[in-house]
Protein backbone atom coordinates (compact mmCIF):
# COMPACT_ATOMS: atom_id res chain seq x y z
CA UNK A 1 0.00 0.00 0.00
CA UNK A 2 3.03 2.67 1.07
CA UNK A 3 3.66 2.28 -2.96
CA UNK A 4 0.88 4.27 -3.81
CA UNK A 5 1.50 6.99 -1.37
CA UNK A 6 3.77 9.77 -3.12
CA UNK A 7 5.07 12.70 -1.83
CA UNK A 8 2.26 14.52 -3.79
CA UNK A 9 -0.39 12.53 -2.58
CA UNK A 10 -3.44 14.25 -1.00
CA UNK A 11 -5.42 12.24 1.53
CA UNK A 12 -9.09 12.34 2.84
CA UNK A 13 -10.61 11.50 6.31
CA UNK A 14 -13.45 9.20 5.71
CA UNK A 15 -16.74 10.53 5.71
CA UNK A 16 -18.55 7.26 6.95
CA UNK A 17 -16.45 7.66 10.44
CA UNK A 18 -15.91 10.79 12.61
CA UNK A 19 -12.53 12.26 14.05
CA UNK A 20 -13.24 13.90 17.59
CA UNK A 21 -11.75 15.57 20.47
CA UNK A 22 -12.79 13.50 23.42
CA UNK A 23 -12.37 15.75 27.13
CA UNK A 24 -13.02 13.17 29.46
CA UNK A 25 -10.50 10.92 27.69
CA UNK A 26 -8.18 13.96 27.28
CA UNK A 27 -7.71 12.31 23.51
CA UNK A 28 -8.98 12.02 19.95
CA UNK A 29 -10.71 9.11 18.90
CA UNK A 30 -12.25 7.78 15.74
CA UNK A 31 -15.96 6.95 15.77
CA UNK A 32 -17.43 4.44 13.26
CA UNK A 33 -20.38 2.18 12.99
CA UNK A 34 -20.39 0.31 16.57
CA UNK A 35 -16.77 1.15 17.37
CA UNK A 36 -14.26 3.58 18.50
CA UNK A 37 -10.38 3.95 18.41
CA UNK A 38 -8.71 5.89 20.51
CA UNK A 39 -5.49 7.88 19.08
CA UNK A 40 -2.04 9.38 20.16
CA UNK A 41 -1.35 12.38 19.71
CA UNK A 42 1.04 11.91 16.62
CA UNK A 43 -2.07 9.82 14.75
CA UNK A 44 -4.59 12.57 15.55
CA UNK A 45 -2.43 15.45 14.32
CA UNK A 46 -1.44 13.35 10.56
CA UNK A 47 -5.34 12.64 10.53
CA UNK A 48 -6.22 16.09 10.66
CA UNK A 49 -4.27 17.30 7.99
CA UNK A 50 -6.11 14.42 5.80
CA UNK A 51 -8.57 17.35 5.28
CA UNK A 52 -8.35 17.32 1.13
CA UNK A 53 -5.64 19.92 0.77
CA UNK A 54 -2.56 19.21 2.49
CA UNK A 55 -0.07 16.72 0.88
CA UNK A 56 2.12 14.34 2.04
CA UNK A 57 5.70 16.79 1.62
CA UNK A 58 3.08 19.10 3.78
CA UNK A 59 2.07 16.85 6.34
CA UNK A 60 5.50 15.93 7.22
CA UNK A 61 6.75 19.66 7.56
CA UNK A 62 4.04 20.67 9.60
CA UNK A 63 4.80 17.59 12.06
CA UNK A 64 8.32 18.24 11.92
CA UNK A 65 7.82 21.94 12.97
CA UNK A 66 4.67 21.15 15.47
CA UNK A 67 6.53 17.91 17.46
CA UNK A 68 10.43 19.50 16.65
CA UNK A 69 11.29 16.36 14.75
CA UNK A 70 13.20 15.13 11.85
CA UNK A 71 13.33 12.26 9.89
CA UNK A 72 9.70 11.32 10.73
CA UNK A 73 8.21 10.70 7.40
CA UNK A 74 8.50 7.14 7.07
CA UNK A 75 6.90 6.96 9.89
CA UNK A 76 4.01 8.98 8.52
CA UNK A 77 3.49 7.16 5.91
CA UNK A 78 3.14 4.00 7.66
CA UNK A 79 0.81 5.28 9.48
CA UNK A 80 -1.43 6.61 6.69
CA UNK A 81 -1.38 3.18 4.67
CA UNK A 82 -2.77 1.71 7.87
CA UNK A 83 -5.16 4.42 7.90
CA UNK A 84 -5.91 3.95 4.28
CA UNK A 85 -6.39 -0.06 5.04
CA UNK A 86 -8.93 1.02 7.78
CA UNK A 87 -10.98 2.84 5.30
CA UNK A 88 -10.15 6.30 7.80
CA UNK A 89 -8.40 7.99 4.73
CA UNK A 90 -8.77 7.86 1.12
CA UNK A 91 -5.93 8.35 -1.44
CA UNK A 92 -7.38 11.93 -2.81
CA UNK A 93 -4.31 12.36 -5.88
CA UNK B 1 -31.08 4.26 45.81
CA UNK B 2 -28.97 1.59 47.68
CA UNK B 3 -25.53 2.76 47.62
CA UNK B 4 -22.51 0.30 47.67
CA UNK B 5 -20.41 0.62 50.74
CA UNK B 6 -17.64 -2.50 49.80
CA UNK B 7 -14.31 -1.79 48.16
CA UNK B 8 -14.52 -1.22 44.59
CA UNK B 9 -11.85 -0.75 41.94
CA UNK B 10 -11.46 2.45 39.93
CA UNK B 11 -14.41 2.74 37.72
CA UNK B 12 -13.65 3.62 33.93
CA UNK B 13 -17.10 5.70 32.24
CA UNK B 14 -19.89 4.18 30.48
CA UNK B 15 -18.48 4.46 26.98
CA UNK B 16 -21.56 2.85 25.58
CA UNK B 17 -25.23 3.76 26.26
CA UNK B 18 -27.92 1.73 24.73
CA UNK B 19 -31.06 3.72 24.55
CA UNK B 20 -34.17 1.59 24.57
CA UNK B 21 -36.37 4.15 23.63
CA UNK B 22 -39.67 1.76 23.79
CA UNK B 23 -41.21 -1.97 23.85
CA UNK B 24 -43.14 -1.38 21.47
CA UNK B 25 -42.60 -2.71 18.40
CA UNK B 26 -44.42 -4.20 15.27
CA UNK B 27 -42.58 -7.35 14.91
CA UNK B 28 -42.62 -10.75 17.17
CA UNK B 29 -39.26 -12.25 17.25
CA UNK B 30 -39.00 -15.31 19.09
CA UNK B 31 -35.82 -14.58 20.27
CA UNK B 32 -36.36 -10.74 21.39
CA UNK B 33 -33.82 -9.34 23.75
CA UNK B 34 -36.42 -7.62 25.48
CA UNK B 35 -37.74 -8.43 29.03
CA UNK B 36 -40.70 -11.53 29.07
CA UNK B 37 -43.12 -8.95 31.21
CA UNK B 38 -42.94 -6.04 29.02
CA UNK B 39 -46.21 -6.06 28.52
CA UNK B 40 -46.51 -4.95 32.66
CA UNK B 41 -43.74 -2.59 31.78
CA UNK B 42 -45.81 0.60 30.57
CA UNK B 43 -44.39 3.65 31.30
CA UNK B 44 -42.30 5.43 29.02
CA UNK B 45 -39.37 8.37 29.50
CA UNK B 46 -40.30 11.30 28.13
CA UNK B 47 -38.50 13.42 25.34
CA UNK B 48 -37.52 15.84 28.36
CA UNK B 49 -36.12 12.73 30.41
CA UNK B 50 -34.41 11.47 27.69
CA UNK B 51 -32.43 14.74 26.62
CA UNK B 52 -31.40 15.03 30.42
CA UNK B 53 -29.94 10.91 30.66
CA UNK B 54 -28.19 11.71 27.07
CA UNK B 55 -26.79 15.05 28.62
CA UNK B 56 -25.88 13.24 31.87
CA UNK B 57 -24.13 10.27 30.63
CA UNK B 58 -22.66 12.40 28.20
CA UNK B 59 -20.53 14.28 30.96
CA UNK B 60 -19.33 11.34 31.97
CA UNK B 61 -17.65 9.94 28.86
CA UNK B 62 -20.44 7.84 26.95
CA UNK B 63 -19.71 8.54 23.32
CA UNK B 64 -21.09 5.60 21.31
CA UNK B 65 -25.22 5.55 21.29
CA UNK B 66 -27.77 3.10 20.62
CA UNK B 67 -30.92 4.20 19.96
CA UNK B 68 -32.98 0.68 19.86
CA UNK B 69 -36.09 -0.65 21.62
CA UNK B 70 -38.74 -2.30 20.80
CA UNK B 71 -38.31 -0.55 17.56
CA UNK B 72 -37.02 2.83 18.35
CA UNK B 73 -39.21 4.42 15.55
CA UNK B 74 -42.09 4.12 17.23
CA UNK B 75 -40.93 7.21 19.16
CA UNK B 76 -42.45 10.03 17.75
CA UNK B 77 -39.68 12.69 19.07
CA UNK B 78 -37.22 10.39 17.80
CA UNK B 79 -35.48 12.93 15.47
CA UNK B 80 -35.69 15.84 18.65
CA UNK B 81 -33.51 13.02 20.53
CA UNK B 82 -30.96 12.45 17.58
CA UNK B 83 -30.37 16.06 17.07
CA UNK B 84 -30.11 16.63 20.94
CA UNK B 85 -27.48 14.15 20.44
CA UNK B 86 -25.81 15.12 17.96
CA UNK B 87 -25.17 18.39 19.83
CA UNK B 88 -24.00 17.23 22.58
CA UNK B 89 -21.10 14.87 20.18
CA UNK B 90 -22.43 11.23 20.26
CA UNK B 91 -21.94 9.14 17.56
CA UNK B 92 -25.69 7.77 17.40
CA UNK B 93 -26.63 4.49 16.13
CA UNK B 94 -30.59 3.81 15.08
CA UNK B 95 -30.61 -0.16 15.60
CA UNK B 96 -33.95 -0.83 14.07
CA UNK B 97 -36.23 -3.63 11.88
CA UNK B 98 -36.80 -0.59 9.40
CA UNK B 99 -40.60 -1.73 9.81
CA UNK B 100 -42.44 1.51 8.69
CA UNK B 101 -39.13 3.28 7.89
CA UNK B 102 -39.15 5.88 5.09
CA UNK B 103 -37.21 7.50 2.86
CA UNK B 104 -38.50 10.86 4.07
CA UNK B 105 -37.98 9.67 7.46
CA UNK B 106 -34.52 8.73 7.17
CA UNK B 107 -34.05 11.83 5.32
CA UNK B 108 -35.68 13.79 8.61
CA UNK B 109 -33.05 11.52 10.68
CA UNK B 110 -30.07 12.60 8.87
CA UNK B 111 -30.49 16.03 9.03
CA UNK B 112 -30.85 15.97 12.55
CA UNK B 113 -27.42 14.30 12.47
CA UNK B 114 -27.91 10.61 12.87
CA UNK B 115 -24.77 8.73 11.80
CA UNK B 116 -25.83 5.21 11.13
CA UNK B 117 -28.81 2.50 10.75
CA UNK B 118 -28.24 -0.79 11.41
CA UNK B 119 -31.32 -2.62 10.40
CA UNK B 120 -32.16 -6.19 10.54
CA UNK B 121 -33.46 -9.02 8.37
CA UNK B 122 -34.60 -12.47 9.79
CA UNK B 123 -33.95 -15.07 6.62
CA UNK B 124 -32.94 -14.01 2.96
CA UNK B 125 -35.97 -15.77 1.59
CA UNK B 126 -39.46 -13.52 2.57
CA UNK B 127 -41.23 -16.58 3.77
CA UNK B 128 -38.81 -17.91 6.26
CA UNK B 129 -38.36 -13.66 7.41
CA UNK B 130 -41.96 -12.83 7.44
CA UNK B 131 -42.52 -15.95 9.50
CA UNK B 132 -39.78 -15.35 12.12
CA UNK B 133 -40.94 -11.71 12.44
CA UNK B 134 -44.43 -12.46 12.77
CA UNK B 135 -44.75 -9.42 9.92
CA UNK B 136 -45.20 -9.81 6.23
CA UNK B 137 -42.11 -6.53 6.34
CA UNK B 138 -39.56 -8.61 4.07
CA UNK B 139 -39.81 -6.97 0.70
CA UNK B 140 -40.22 -3.65 2.46
CA UNK B 141 -37.06 -4.47 4.70
CA UNK B 142 -35.35 -4.49 1.38
CA UNK B 143 -36.46 -1.29 -0.06
CA UNK B 144 -35.74 0.34 3.23
CA UNK B 145 -31.61 -1.03 2.66
CA UNK B 146 -31.99 0.70 -0.34
CA UNK B 147 -33.12 3.96 0.78
CA UNK B 148 -30.35 4.01 3.76
CA UNK B 149 -27.56 3.69 0.80
CA UNK B 150 -29.01 5.93 -1.33
CA UNK B 151 -28.66 8.61 1.47
CA UNK B 152 -25.07 8.01 2.19
CA UNK B 153 -25.00 6.22 5.21
CA UNK B 154 -22.81 3.44 5.84
CA UNK B 155 -25.27 0.27 6.31
CA UNK B 156 -25.18 -2.40 9.05
CA UNK B 157 -26.85 -5.53 8.35
CA UNK B 158 -27.81 -7.41 11.05
CA UNK B 159 -28.70 -10.98 10.98
CA UNK B 160 -29.64 -13.07 13.85
CA UNK B 161 -28.80 -16.61 13.77
CA UNK B 162 -30.27 -19.97 14.96
CA UNK B 163 -31.89 -22.83 13.63
CA UNK B 164 -34.37 -22.26 11.53
CA UNK B 165 -32.17 -19.96 8.94
CA UNK B 166 -28.76 -21.50 10.02
CA UNK B 167 -28.81 -23.48 6.72
CA UNK B 168 -29.21 -20.35 4.52
CA UNK B 169 -25.81 -18.77 5.88
CA UNK B 170 -24.39 -18.92 2.00
CA UNK B 171 -27.59 -16.98 0.77
CA UNK B 172 -27.71 -14.35 4.10
CA UNK B 173 -24.01 -13.74 2.81
CA UNK B 174 -25.09 -13.37 -0.77
CA UNK B 175 -28.37 -11.25 0.19
CA UNK B 176 -25.93 -8.77 2.27
CA UNK B 177 -23.65 -7.81 -0.79
CA UNK B 178 -26.42 -7.63 -3.00
CA UNK B 179 -28.07 -5.14 -0.90
CA UNK B 180 -24.49 -3.33 -0.58
CA UNK B 181 -24.04 -3.62 3.17
CA UNK B 182 -20.90 -1.69 4.92
CA UNK B 183 -21.54 -4.54 7.66
CA UNK B 184 -22.64 -7.53 8.04
CA UNK B 185 -23.57 -8.86 11.70
CA UNK B 186 -24.33 -12.12 11.85
CA UNK B 187 -25.39 -12.67 15.27
CA UNK B 188 -25.84 -16.14 16.82
CA UNK B 189 -28.88 -15.86 19.03
CA UNK B 190 -28.09 -15.64 23.02
CA UNK B 191 -30.32 -17.57 25.31
CA UNK B 192 -32.33 -14.71 27.72
CA UNK B 193 -35.61 -13.35 27.90
CA UNK B 194 -37.40 -14.70 24.81
CA UNK B 195 -35.00 -16.61 23.05
CA UNK B 196 -34.93 -18.81 26.22
CA UNK B 197 -38.32 -19.47 26.43
CA UNK B 198 -37.98 -20.31 22.59
CA UNK B 199 -34.37 -22.26 22.98
CA UNK B 200 -35.77 -26.05 21.92
CA UNK B 201 -37.37 -23.91 18.53
CA UNK B 202 -33.80 -21.83 18.21
CA UNK B 203 -30.82 -24.03 19.29
CA UNK B 204 -28.40 -24.88 16.27
CA UNK B 205 -26.40 -28.26 16.39
CA UNK B 206 -23.32 -28.50 16.52
CA UNK B 207 -22.95 -29.80 12.97
CA UNK B 208 -24.99 -26.57 11.72
CA UNK B 209 -22.45 -24.45 13.56
CA UNK B 210 -19.57 -25.40 12.32
CA UNK B 211 -20.89 -25.73 8.50
CA UNK B 212 -22.07 -22.28 8.82
CA UNK B 213 -19.47 -20.71 10.51
CA UNK B 214 -16.94 -22.24 7.43
CA UNK B 215 -19.08 -20.50 5.19
CA UNK B 216 -18.72 -17.12 6.57
CA UNK B 217 -15.02 -17.42 6.71
CA UNK B 218 -14.61 -18.56 3.36
CA UNK B 219 -16.89 -15.41 2.19
CA UNK B 220 -14.88 -13.46 4.28
CA UNK B 221 -11.71 -13.74 1.95
CA UNK B 222 -14.11 -13.36 -1.43
CA UNK B 223 -12.21 -11.29 -3.82
CA UNK B 224 -14.99 -8.51 -3.81
CA UNK B 225 -15.63 -8.95 -0.15
CA UNK B 226 -12.50 -8.40 1.57
CA UNK B 227 -12.00 -4.81 1.98
CA UNK B 228 -15.57 -3.49 1.37
CA UNK B 229 -18.12 -5.57 3.51
CA UNK B 230 -16.82 -6.23 7.08
CA UNK B 231 -17.84 -9.29 8.43
CA UNK B 232 -18.77 -9.82 12.09
CA UNK B 233 -19.70 -13.84 13.10
CA UNK B 234 -20.60 -13.59 16.94
CA UNK B 235 -20.11 -17.36 17.89
CA UNK B 236 -23.21 -18.94 19.62
CA UNK B 237 -22.11 -19.18 23.52
CA UNK B 238 -23.41 -22.46 24.08
CA UNK B 239 -20.60 -24.44 21.61
CA UNK B 240 -17.83 -22.20 23.28
CA UNK B 241 -15.70 -23.66 25.64
CA UNK B 242 -15.20 -20.76 27.63
CA UNK B 243 -17.69 -17.85 28.54
CA UNK B 244 -17.64 -14.57 26.94
CA UNK B 245 -16.27 -11.58 28.73
CA UNK B 246 -20.47 -10.38 28.50
CA UNK B 247 -20.52 -6.55 28.12
CA UNK B 248 -16.79 -6.00 28.69
CA UNK B 249 -17.36 -6.57 32.59
CA UNK B 250 -20.10 -5.73 34.30
CA UNK B 251 -20.24 -1.90 34.45
CA UNK B 252 -17.39 -1.16 32.80
CA UNK B 253 -18.04 0.21 29.21
CA UNK B 254 -22.31 -0.56 28.58
CA UNK B 255 -24.87 1.52 30.01
CA UNK B 256 -28.66 0.25 29.13
CA UNK B 257 -31.53 2.42 30.01
CA UNK B 258 -34.96 0.86 29.23
CA UNK B 259 -37.81 2.22 28.61
CA UNK B 260 -39.29 2.72 32.00
CA UNK B 261 -35.94 4.91 32.92
CA UNK B 262 -34.60 1.81 34.68
CA UNK B 263 -30.64 1.58 34.43
CA UNK B 264 -29.20 -1.24 33.69
CA UNK B 265 -25.44 -2.84 32.83
CA UNK B 266 -26.76 -4.83 30.22
CA UNK B 267 -29.95 -4.81 28.29
CA UNK B 268 -30.91 -8.64 30.08
CA UNK B 269 -29.68 -7.87 33.43
CA UNK B 270 -33.55 -7.22 34.23
CA UNK B 271 -34.27 -10.88 34.32
CA UNK B 272 -31.75 -11.12 37.48
CA UNK B 273 -33.53 -11.05 40.39
CA UNK B 274 -32.86 -9.11 43.80
CA UNK B 275 -31.01 -6.48 42.09
CA UNK B 276 -33.11 -3.78 42.83
CA UNK B 277 -31.99 -1.79 39.59
CA UNK B 278 -32.07 2.09 40.07
CA UNK B 279 -33.93 4.30 37.94
CA UNK B 280 -32.95 7.81 35.96
CA UNK B 281 -36.27 8.96 37.11
CA UNK B 282 -34.59 9.02 40.67
CA UNK B 283 -30.99 9.50 40.45
CA UNK B 284 -28.51 10.78 38.58
CA UNK B 285 -26.43 8.62 35.30
CA UNK B 286 -23.17 9.53 37.67
CA UNK B 287 -24.74 8.08 41.00
CA UNK B 288 -25.92 5.12 39.24
CA UNK B 289 -23.23 4.02 37.17
CA UNK B 290 -20.75 4.77 40.18
CA UNK B 291 -22.06 4.13 43.73
CA UNK B 292 -25.06 1.96 43.41
CA UNK B 293 -25.46 -1.51 44.62
CA UNK B 294 -26.46 -3.04 41.97
CA UNK B 295 -23.62 -1.78 39.45
CA UNK B 296 -20.80 -2.05 41.93
CA UNK B 297 -21.97 -5.74 42.78
CA UNK B 298 -19.82 -7.71 40.08
CA UNK B 299 -17.25 -5.09 39.92
CA UNK B 300 -13.89 -6.47 40.93
CA UNK B 301 -13.35 -10.02 41.64
CA UNK B 302 -14.90 -9.78 45.45
CA UNK B 303 -18.47 -11.75 44.43
CA UNK B 304 -16.58 -14.33 42.74
CA UNK B 305 -17.03 -18.18 43.97
CA UNK B 306 -14.85 -21.24 42.74
CA UNK B 307 -14.20 -22.47 40.41
CA UNK B 308 -13.83 -18.47 39.19
CA UNK B 309 -12.47 -17.13 42.20
CA UNK B 310 -8.97 -19.22 41.60
CA UNK B 311 -9.06 -19.10 37.94
CA UNK B 312 -6.20 -17.83 36.04
CA UNK B 313 -8.44 -16.96 33.25
CA UNK B 314 -10.52 -15.02 35.53
CA UNK B 315 -9.43 -11.42 34.22
CA UNK B 316 -10.00 -12.53 30.42
CA UNK B 317 -13.60 -13.51 30.88
CA UNK B 318 -14.96 -12.03 34.12
CA UNK B 319 -16.77 -15.26 35.04
CA UNK B 320 -18.96 -14.71 31.81
CA UNK B 321 -22.38 -13.59 31.85
CA UNK B 322 -24.44 -13.43 35.27
CA UNK B 323 -27.82 -13.25 33.60
CA UNK B 324 -26.88 -16.65 31.75
CA UNK B 325 -25.75 -17.77 35.51
CA UNK B 326 -28.60 -16.90 37.27
CA UNK B 327 -31.08 -18.18 34.14
CA UNK B 328 -29.32 -21.76 34.07
CA UNK B 329 -28.46 -22.17 37.85
CA UNK B 330 -30.51 -20.22 39.85
CA UNK B 331 -27.27 -18.01 41.35
CA UNK B 332 -25.92 -15.24 39.12
CA UNK B 333 -22.57 -15.48 41.21
CA UNK B 334 -22.07 -18.96 39.87
CA UNK B 335 -19.46 -19.08 37.20
CA UNK B 336 -21.23 -18.90 33.50
CA UNK B 337 -22.38 -22.80 32.26
CA UNK B 338 -21.05 -22.40 29.24
CA UNK B 339 -17.31 -22.64 30.99
CA UNK B 340 -16.48 -25.98 30.53
CA UNK B 341 -14.75 -25.65 34.19
CA UNK B 342 -18.37 -24.46 35.74
CA UNK B 343 -20.05 -27.86 38.06
CA UNK B 344 -22.97 -26.65 35.93
CA UNK B 345 -21.35 -27.48 32.64
CA UNK B 346 -23.99 -30.35 32.23
CA UNK B 347 -27.10 -27.95 31.26
CA UNK B 348 -25.46 -26.29 28.28
CA UNK B 349 -24.19 -30.49 27.44
CA UNK B 350 -28.33 -31.26 27.67
CA UNK B 351 -29.13 -28.45 25.76
CA UNK B 352 -27.09 -29.29 22.95
CA UNK B 353 -28.15 -32.70 22.68
CA UNK B 354 -31.66 -32.29 23.03
CA UNK B 355 -31.39 -29.67 19.87
CA UNK B 356 -30.24 -32.55 17.33
CA UNK B 357 -33.47 -34.20 18.48
CA UNK B 358 -35.91 -31.13 17.87
CA UNK B 359 -34.18 -30.44 14.57
CA UNK B 360 -35.87 -33.04 13.46
CA UNK B 361 -39.28 -31.99 11.69
CA UNK B 362 -41.52 -34.62 13.62
CA UNK B 363 -40.14 -33.32 16.99
CA UNK B 364 -39.49 -29.91 16.62
CA UNK B 365 -41.22 -27.86 19.01
CA UNK B 366 -43.54 -24.83 18.80
CA UNK B 367 -42.95 -21.94 18.76
CA UNK B 368 -43.75 -19.21 21.64
CA UNK B 369 -43.66 -15.77 19.60
CA UNK B 370 -42.98 -12.19 21.65
CA UNK B 371 -46.39 -10.58 21.61
CA UNK B 372 -48.15 -8.52 23.92
CA UNK B 373 -50.85 -11.43 25.32
CA UNK B 374 -48.20 -13.78 25.27
CA UNK B 375 -46.28 -11.66 27.56
CA UNK B 376 -49.14 -11.14 29.54
CA UNK B 377 -49.80 -14.88 29.50
CA UNK B 378 -46.73 -15.59 31.44
CA UNK B 379 -47.35 -13.05 33.93
CA UNK B 380 -50.32 -15.39 34.66
CA UNK B 381 -48.42 -18.43 35.50
Request: hydrophobic content about 35%.
Amino acid sequence: MSDQIKSTSVFQFSKENRLQWEPTQNKHVILYPEGMVELNTTSAEILKLCDGKHSLNEIVSELEKKFSATGIRSEITDFLSVAIEKNWVSLKT
Amino acid sequence: MPTSPKTIPPISPPRWLLAELTYACPLQCPYCSNPVNFSGIKSELSTQDWKRVLSQARAMGSVQLGLSGGEPLVRKDLAEIVDHARTLGYYSNLITSGYGLSLARIQELKKAGLDHIQISIQASDATLNNYIAGTDCFEHKREVAGWIKETGYPMVLCVVIHRQNIDQMQNILEMATELGADYLELANTQYYGWAKLNRDYLLPTREQVESSERIAQAYKKKPGVKGKMKIYYVVPDYYEDRPKACMNGWGTTFLTIAPDGMALPCHAARELEGLNFPNVNENSVSDIWNKSTAFNQFRGDDWMQEPCRTCPEKDKDFGGCHCQAFLLTGDATNADPVCSKSPHHGVIEQAIELAVNFAKPETSPKVFVRKRQNSKALERD
